[in-house]
């Protein structure tokens, strides 16, 4: 067999094996949280979104182990990026996402002062472990903040939270411990398999280890969420759908980069100037483009949905067209992007912006006539 078919199976392998063992891990992990009496609400903001990042997680920290460090830290940074611009464009497309939920439009300029910070961390060319130690308190205090404040005003935050089956404690603790077992065993395979396809297709294609995570790795280990927020869009549960994206954006700065950099010990994760300069940036910006949902209270329509795919297509391009015969092309493309295509979206969004508030201030002043 030839060795880019091989590499290339084994990439396949390692995504459908990542997404089995998430689904099993999800199962028994709630089955056992329920068998223990915990709150389902509590269950959906930490067991549900922790599954749905699992497959971030155990490719990260596989990718460390092995000494990929742009592996791992390309595939969180990626994630992210596609989350928003792929996962929520497809899903405002299927259907415009609204959301009222406090919780989720705290979250956002959260995700957005997280961006930044773990841009500023990474400037210096590695993510210390003290860095990751930070990044993994964080994760623990907003996870209390998030189940205080979801107990406090349950109407407004239930509807943003994964929904549990209560019946999925029914086979027992034991049979919900090996499920858990079961599925981290198939995550820790599958992320072997799928970091070791994604290595050998880098070095067979000629491109870095970076790009395969910013694209095919970062789209794969992205599925879960994909496919969480498309159904949950079809079913109208749009703030499952938003709040599904922003939760994992987050989990996957807390936990998959502060595990990843905690577990790089005193060497630190290193980040590549590319990273540094080009991805990093673009995940702030993307994290910045969900402030239209901060603006117009949830609101996302289906022509902002088709501009985060395009952008996303484009973004792509960008990674791949230096590393092709056309690549005399690459800063001319660039260029057009950074003096064209950016201007515009940005525009369009503060266009958006101002009809929304517009309309409001008619609608409220005539509420007060």
């Keep these: 067999m030839p060795d880019f078919l091989r590499a290339t199976i ?20 709630v089955a056992l949280a329920l068998v223990f009496g915990i709150p389902q609400l509590v269950i959906g903001l930490t067991v549900v979104s922790l599954g749905t990042s699992a497959p971030e997680l155990f490719v990260s920290l596989s990718s460390v182990f092995k000494g990929s460090d742009a592996l791992a830290v390309s595939n969180a940074v990626g994630s992210n990026i596609f989350n928003v611009m792929v996962v929520l464009g497809a899903s405002a497309l299927v259907l415009p996402l609204r959301v009222e939920s406090r919780l989720v439009r705290r979250d956002i300029p959260l995700l957005i002062a997280i961006s930044a910070a773990v841009w500023g ?19 623990v205090i907003n996870t209390i903040w998030e189940i205080r404040t979801a107990r406090e005003q349950p109407d407004v935050s239930v509807d943003a939270e994964p929904e549990v089956d209560a019946n999925a404690s029914q086979g027992g603790w ?5 499920k858990l077992i079961a599925g981290i065993a198939v995550l820790t395979i599958g992320s072997r398999v ?19 995570g910013l694209t095919i790795v970062s789209a794969g280990t992205s599925t879960p969420e994909l496919i969480t927020s498309m159904v949950a869009a079809l079913r109208g549960r749009t703030d499952l759908a938003i709040g599904n994206v922003v939760g994992s954006c987050l989990l996957n700065l807390t936990l998959v980069l502060g595990g990843g950099s905690l577990a790089a010990g005193s060497r630190g ?3 590549s100037t590319d990273l540094i300069q080009d991805d990093l940036p ?25 501009l985060l795919l395009g952008l996303y297509l484009l973004y792509v391009i960008d990674n791949i067209l230096p590393r092709t015969s056309m690549a005399s092309w ?22 958006q912006a101002l009809i929304y508030w517009k309309g409001s201030s008619e609608s409220q002043q005539r509420l007060v006539k």
Excluded: H, Y
């Excluded at 034991?174 to 090996?178: F, K, M, P, T």
């Design 10 to 29: 084994d990439v396949l392998l390692g995504i459908g094996l990542l997404f089995g063992g998430g689904e099993l891990f999800v199962q028994g992990a």
């Design 121 to 139: 961390m990474a400037s210096a060319g590695r993510m210390t472990w003290q860095a990751g130690v930070a990044l993994l308190v964080g994760l």
């Design 330 to 351: 690459a800063d001319e493309f660039r260029l057009v992007m950074l003096c064209l295509v950016i201007p515009a979206v940005m525009i369009i969004i503060i266009i």
């Design 194 to 212: 799928l970091v070791s396809g994604a290595i050998t297709s880098a070095t067979l294609l000629g491109v870095s280890e970076a790009v395969i």
């Design 174 to 178: 034991i049979l919900a411990v090996l």
């Design 269 to 271: 994760l290193l980040v």
């Design 282 to 306: 673009v995940m702030l910006l993307t994290s910045l483009a969900c402030l239209p949902i901060f603006w117009t209270k949830g609101r996302i329509s289906r022509v902002e949905g088709g």
